[in-house]
């Protein structure tokens, strides 16, 4: 009976994955092994120093590695990724962004540390009623501020 069940397990799942190749031709370059290394070849440089394995597409979106999640506290982890989910600030400056907080001394980054990146990389690019709005947004709830 589970000799059974597996084999009928395993048809599902090849099934499952040859109709899953089938609907997106794109998505066969990154399962079959022998596109792999042809895809690898075209690692590129960016102007900021990091590897880029792909250009970014429209629907994508970036994923912290494993030590980036480590340098960030729990709270600057969180807000950093309703920032890039909510599009507020353009994916180059976020990655910017990033990219300061983690080539900085501390060995954690505070969600303090992280609205002040946040700000001084805005700054220049922002008129002084922008940058008060973005002061009374990022600090509002620390000062104890109303919204009205």
């Known amino acids: 009976m589970k000799d059974n069940l597996f084999e009928i397990l395993m048809n599902?799942?090849?099934?499952?994955?040859?109709?899953?190749?089938?609907?997106?031709?794109?998505?066969?370059?990154i399962v079959s092994p022998a596109n792999t290394s042809a895809d690898l070849d075209t690692v590129s440089i960016s102007n900021n120093g990091n590897q880029v394995l792909r250009?970014?597409?429209?629907?994508?979106?970036?994923?912290?590695t494993s030590q980036e999640q480590l340098k960030f506290t729990k709270a600057s982890y969180q807000f950093m990724v309703r920032l890039m989910r909510l599009e507020l600030i353009a994916a180059e400056i976020i990655e910017e962004i990033i990219h300061q907080l983690l080539f900085s001394d501390?060995?954690?980054?505070?969600?303090q540390e992280t609205k002040w990146a946040i700000r001084n990389?805005?700054?220049?690019?922002?008129?002084?009623?922008?940058?008060?709005f973005l002061d009374l947004?990022?600090?509002?709830k620390e000062d104890r501020l109303p919204l009205n």
């Open 12 to 29: 599902f799942f090849e099934k499952t994955l040859t109709q899953i190749k089938e609907a997106n031709p794109e998505t066969n370059s």
């Open 121 to 132: 990389t805005l700054a220049s690019c922002l008129d002084s009623k922008q940058l008060a």
């Open 137 to 140: 947004v990022l600090y509002q």
């Open 55 to 64: 250009q970014r597409k429209k629907n994508s979106m970036r994923v912290f």
């Open 106 to 111: 501390s060995p954690f980054v505070t969600l």
